[in-house]
T-cell receptor
Framework: DTGVSQNPRHKITKRGQNVTFRCDPISEHNRLYWYRQTLGQGPEFLTYFQNEAQLEKSRLLSDRFSAERPKGSFSTLEIQRTEQGDSAMYLCASSSVSGATDTQYFGPGTRLTVL | DAKTTQPNSMESNEEEPVHLPCNHSTISGTDYIHWYRQLPSQGPEYVIH???SNVNNRMASLAIAEDRKSSTLILHRATLRDAAVYYCILPNAGGTSYGKLTFGQGTILTVHP
């Protein structure tokens, strides 16, 4: 197992287009998180799944954003009608919940540029 | 999440120890203290976590104050590869100590050759 992978690594799109990102977590990790990071800021939480259930969504996640984890394995994050303000690094992390706390392992991120 | 306070930046020389402080005066009894770091152009990376006792792993040591209102991440011999933003985080959701991470500004560590 080589860790969390994300595809694509870079995406350039025009305003108004839809984009979809994929995250493949570490095998058997039951939790999967999405974060967004803009330049000079720390990552901000967007949403997370436990298995296939989406348990929490941030207020940052507008109606144009949707995330799925259909079989409890990989996840997709779709942004519809992209805006220039959506330009950011989108990070995925996975963890295995056992015990009183968990450790999140992050992927390399997908950098989105909206022109 | 309980709030944490860290210095904006710190500097160190290569091969010297580095002590990165974090204040978390509103920590609750079940909050674990986690440290992550983010190297340039990479996703965050887990460093270490602890609850009450000091912790050591291959990357660093975590010293936790007796009242748990502060902690210090210790890099015993800084290398150029340790230059990163270091985040002190107390995950907390519904009384558990796991879940979403709330990243603050972190401490930018610069290591001089």
């Amino acid at each position: 197992d080589t860790g969390v992978s994300q595809n694509p690594r870079h995406k350039i799109t025009k305003r108004g287009q839809n984009v979809t990102f994929r995250c493949d977590p570490i095998s058997e990790h039951n939790r999967l998180y999405w974060y967004r990071q803009t330049l000079g800021q720390g990552p901000e939480f967007l949403t997370y799944f436990q298995n296939e259930a989406q348990l929490e969504k941030s207020r940052l996640l507008s109606d144009r954003f949707s995330a799925e984890r259909p079989k409890g394995s990989f996840s997709t994050l779709e942004i519809q009608r992209t805006e220039q303000g959506d330009s950011a690094m989108y990070l995925c992390a996975s963890s295995s919940v056992s015990g009183a706390t968990d450790t999140q392992y992050f992927g390399p991120g997908t950098r989105l540029t909206v022109l | 999440d309980a709030k944490t306070t860290q210095p904006n930046s710190m500097e160190s020389n290569e091969e010297e120890p580095v002590h990165l402080p974090c204040n978390h005066s509103t920590i609750s009894g079940t909050d674990y203290i986690h440290w992550y770091r983010q190297l340039p152009s990479q996703g965050p990376e887990y460093v270490i976590h602890g609850l009450t006792s000091n912790v050591n792993n291959r990357m660093a040591s975590l010293a936790i104050a007796e009242d748990r209102k502060s902690s210090t991440l210790i890099l015993h011999r800084a290398t150029l590869r340790d230059a990163a933003v270091y985040y002190c985080i107390l995950p907390n959701a519904g009384g558990t100590s796991y879940g979403k991470l709330t990243f603050g500004q972190g401490t930018i560590l610069t290591v001089h050759p």
